[in-house]
C-alpha cells in the first residue's frame, strides 16, 4: 500500500532544508542500493523496448501497422497518466512508489512470458500490455527517482548525484539495449561471433521472463535502501486542467518563451519517433539488417548522450550564447536525418546514431538551463507541463502519419526514408524560426 507523505505549510526550500544529514556511511549505502535498483530498471526497460517493435516488424506481416498504432494510442494515453504521475509522485513516499513500480513490472512481465510459453506464441494483446506497462512505469520513475534524491542526499550532493543518474541510465540503457539484440538474432546472425559461444536465438516470451526476474531483484535493492521521508509542502489538489490553463496563461503573455520551449522540445520529439518506430522499419526493410543492428544504433544513440553528459556543455555554457548553440545542434540534427534518408550504409547510420545523442543531450541540458533562468520555481512545473503536452501530442501525431500504408504496407520499407526526411525539414523549420526570433529571446530574459 502507498503511504502519503506528512503535509505541512513549509515552502519547498524549507521542505529541502529540512532533510536531515544522514551519516557519511548512510548516504554511501544509499547511493549504492539506489544505482543498483536503477541500472536493473534501465536494463530492462532497454531489452523490452528493443525487443517488442523488433519483434513486431520482423515476425509479423502487418508488424509495421501493430508498431505504429500501438506507439501512438499507448503515448496518447501516457499524456494524461504523464501529467497525474508528477502528483503519485508528489503525495505518496517514494520508497515505496518504487517498490510498487518494480512488483507491477515483475508481476506483468513474468505473466506474460508465462502464459505465451504455455500458448506457444504471443498474443498481441500481451506484447500492447507489457509495452504500456513499461511506458506507464517510466513516466513514473523518473520523476520519482529525482525527487527521491532530493530526500536522500543533502542538497550540494544533488548536482554531482543527478548527473551520475544520467550518465548511468543512459550506459545501462546501451547495455541492455546491445544485450535485447544479442538475444533476438542470436549468435548465427552475427558473423564476428566466437563460435565457441554460438546460441540459438531467443524467443519473445524469454525475453518478458529475464526481464521480470531483473523486476524482482530491484525491488530487493529498493528495500535495502535506508529512507527517511522529509516534511512537504501542501499537495496542490488542482484539476490537471486547470493547471495547463495556467501554464499556458503564463506562456501566451510571453510568447518568445513559448516559441522557444516549443522549438527546442523538436529534437526529443523527432527522436523518440525515430529510436522506436521508424528505425525499426529502416533497419529491417531499408538497410535490411539484423536486430544487433537495431541495438547498436539505440545503444550508440545511448552512448552520444553519455558523452554529452561526461565531457559537460557547463564552459560552453558560460561563454556562449544559449540559444545560438541550441540552433546549431538542432541544423546538426537536421542534417543527420537528411544523411540517413540518403545512404544505405550502416556504418554512416552508426555515426548518426552518436551524433543524434550528443545533439539531444546538448540541446536538452541547454534548454533546461535557459528556462530555469527565466522561469519563476512557482511557475516552473506547469510551464513544463504545457510544454510536455505539446511534445506528446506532436509526437501523437506524427506516430499516427507511419501507420498509412505509404509507410506501414510490407512492400513499402524503403518509403521510410520519407519521414526521415521529413523530420529533417520539421528541425530545421524550429531552427529557423529560432533564428528569426532571436533578438526577442534576449528581450525576454531582460524582463525577467
Known amino acids: ?37 536503477n541500472i536493473i530498471s534501465g ?55 518504487f517498490q510498487l513500480l518494480t512488483i507491477l513490472d515483475a508481476c506483468i512481465l513474468v505473466s506474460a512470458g508465462l502464459l505465451s510459453l504455455y500458448m506457444g506464441y504471443v498474443p498481441i494483446v500481451l506484447i500492447v500490455l507489457v509495452y504500456a506497462t513499461t511506458i506507464f512505469t517510466y513516466n513514473v520513475h523518473y520523476p520519482n527517482l529525482y525527487a ?27 547495455i541492455g539495449m546491445m544485450l535485447g539484440g544479442l538475444l533476438l538474432s542470436g549468435s548465427a546472425g552475427i558473423s564476428w ?26 525491488f530487493v535493492l529498493i528495500s535495502l535502501i535506508p529512507y527517511r521521508p522529509s516534511p512537504k509542502k501542501r499537495i ?7 493547471r495547463i490553463q495556467q501554464g499556458f496563461a503564463y506562456l501566451w503573455a510571453r ?39 537495431l541495438a547498436s544504433f539505440k545503444g550508440l544513440y545511448a552512448l552520444g548522450a553519455v558523452m554529452a553528459g561526461v565531457i559537460g556543455l557547463s ?18 540534427g537536421s542534417a543527420l536525418y537528411f544523411v540517413c534518408a540518403t545512404t544505405r550504409s550502416v556504418r554512416i547510420t552508426l555515426l548518426a546514431a552518436v551524433l543524434f545523442g550528443i545533439a539531444n543531450a546538448g540541446i ?26 505539446v511534445n506528446v501530442l506532436t509526437r501523437v501525431m506524427f506516430i499516427y502519419l507511419l501507420t498509412i500504408p505509404f509507410f506501414a504496407a510490407p512492400d513499402n520499407g524503403g518509403n521510410i526514408v520519407y519521414a526521415m526526411a521529413l523530420l529533417g525539414i520539421i528541425l530545421a523549420g524550429g531552427a529557423l524560426a529560432l533564428l528569426l526570433r532571436f533578438g526577442s529571446f534576449d528581450q525576454q530574459a531582460a524582463v525577467e
Open 1 to 37: 500500500m502507498l503511504k502519503e507523505n506528512d503535509s505541512g505549510k513549509s515552502t519547498g526550500a524549507e521542505a529541502a532544508d529540512s532533510i536531515s544529514p544522514h551519516p557519511r556511511t548512510r548516504p554511501i549505502r544509499a547511493l549504492v542500493f539506489l544505482f543498483m535498483a
Open 43 to 97: 536494463f530492462a526497460q532497454g531489452i523490452t523496448m528493443l525487443a517488442i517493435p523488433w519483434y513486431l516488424v520482423s515476425e509479423l506481416s502487418n508488424g509495421k501497422f501493430i508498431n505504429s498504432a500501438m506507439a501512438g494510442s499507448v503515448t496518447l494515453l501516457s499524456l494524461f497518466w504523464g501529467l497525474y504521475a508528477g502528483t503519485l509522485v508528489d503525495r505518496y513516499n517514494r520508497k515505496r512508489i
Open 148 to 174: 527521491f534524491v532530493q530526500e536522500l542526499f543533502e542538497r550540494k550532493y544533488y548536482a554531482k548525484v543527478n548527473s551520475a543518474i544520467e550518465v548511468q541510465g543512459q550506459t545501462t540503457n546501451f
Open 193 to 218: 561471433w566466437p563460435g565457441a559461444l554460438s546460441f540459438e536465438s531467443w524467443h519473445l516470451q524469454e525475453v518478458f521472463l529475464l526481464d521480470g526476474s531483473t523486476y524482482v531483484l530491484g
Open 236 to 242: 496542490d489538489t488542482g484539476a490537471v486542467w486547470t
Open 255 to 293: 510568447r518568445p518563451l513559448m516559441l522557444f520551449g516549443i522549438c527546442s522540445h523538436l529534437m526529443f520529439f523527432s527522436l523518440i519517433v525515430i529510436v522506436h518506430v521508424v528505425m525499426p522499419i529502416y533497419v529491417s526493410d531499408y538497410l535490411q539488417e539484423e536486430a544487433y543492428i
Open 315 to 332: 564552459p560552453f555554457v558560460k561563454r556562449n550564447h544559449l540559444i545560438k548553440q541550441i540552433i546549431a545542434l538542432m541544423l546538426l
Open 364 to 389: 536538452r541540458i541547454l534548454r533546461i538551463t535557459y528556462i530555469v533562468r527565466i522561469v519563476p520555481n512557482h511557475v516552473i512545473g506547469r510551464v513544463n507541463s504545457f510544454f510536455g503536452v
